[in-house]
C-alpha cells in the first residue's frame, strides 16, 4: 500500500494546484491520500474530477499550540460539512489573517516595505497566507537572498516574525477534529526540537486530550529516528499514521507518495478506513 496522508497544494503553500497535486499521487501510485492544507479545506472544494484507483480520506493540518509552542495537528477523515471543522477553519482563518498583519507590521518595522501586499501575492488569498509567502515576498525585494535565509533571519522558530498566540490550544483543535468525525495525528512530532522528557509529556497530554495517532513518518527520515518514534507510538497506544509533507515537487525530502513503509510493531491509522 502507498499511503501519503501529509500534503499541500496551492491552497496553502505548496506549489501544485489540487488538481496537479491529484495528477501526481496518481502517477506515483498512492492507493490512499489526504490533502493536508494548512487550516483549510479549500482543494476539496476544487477536485470535482472522480478518481478511480485512489482513495481520498478528507483532511487537514491545523495550527495549534501547546504550552505556548507551536505544534501540528492533522485531521483525518473529518467531515467535510461539518459544522464543527466548517467553524474550525473559520476560527483559524481569522487567526490567520490576524497573525499576518501582526507578522507585516513587525517586518515593515525593521523597514521592509509592502509586506502584507507582497505575501498576500503570493497566497491564494487573506485568510491563507503563511510564513513561507513573506518568506517570497523577503526573497522578491531582496532583503534576503532565499527562503532558507528568510526563515534564519526572520520567520523561523524565535524570530520576530514567529508569531503563534492566534492559535487554538490543542484540546480545542483535537475536539474540532473529533467533533468532525475525524481522527487528531501529530505531525512531524521531531520538527518541534522538544527534548525527550517534553516530547513524552505532548504525547501524553495529546492523549489525554482526545488525540489518537501520531505521524510516525514524516518526510524522508533516519531509519533510527522511524524505529524510535514507532517505539514511543506503540508504547503511547496511538495509531501510525505517515506522510511526505510534500509541498513542491523540487524538494525531494518531502516526496509525495515516497514514504517509507511503517514498522511492522505499528497500528497503521488507514487500517479503519481500508
Ligand atoms: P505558517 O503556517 O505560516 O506557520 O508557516 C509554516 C510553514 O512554513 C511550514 O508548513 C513550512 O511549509 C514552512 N517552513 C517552516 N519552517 C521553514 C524553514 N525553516 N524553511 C522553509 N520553510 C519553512
Ligand atoms: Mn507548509
Ligand atoms: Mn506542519
Ligand atoms: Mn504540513
Known sequence: MNIDFHCHTT??????????LLDLALERGIDMLSITDHDTLGAYQKLTKTNSGLRIIPGIELSSQWN???????????????????????QQSNARRERAEIIA???????????FAGALSFASGPDQIGRPHFARHLVNIGAVSNIQQAFKRYLGAGK?????????DAETVISWIRDAGGVAVLAHPTKYKLTRS???????????????AMEVISGAQEP???????RLCTDIGFDASCGSD?????QPWAALGKVAPLPDSCTPIWQRWH
Open 160 to 168: 520576530v516574525g514567529d508569531i503563534k498566540d492566534q492559535w487554538a
Open 68 to 90: 505556548r509552542r507551536g505544534i501540528h495537528i492533522v485531521g483525518l477523515n473529518v467531515g467535510l460539512d461539518s459544522p464543527s471543522i466548517l467553524q474550525a477553519v473559520e
Open 224 to 230: 533510527s529516528v522511524t524505529r524510535d518514534m514507532a
Open 11 to 20: 491552497v496553502s503553500d505548496g506549489s501544485l494546484s489540487p488538481a496537479e
Open 105 to 115: 507590521e513587525k517586518l515593515e518595522r525593521l523597514g521592509f516595505t509592502d509586506c
Open 198 to 212: 517534553k516530547l513524552v509529556e505532548l504525547l501524553r497530554d495529546f492523549k489525554d486530550a482526545g488525540g489518537e
Open 246 to 250: 510534500f509541498h513542491s515537487p523540487n
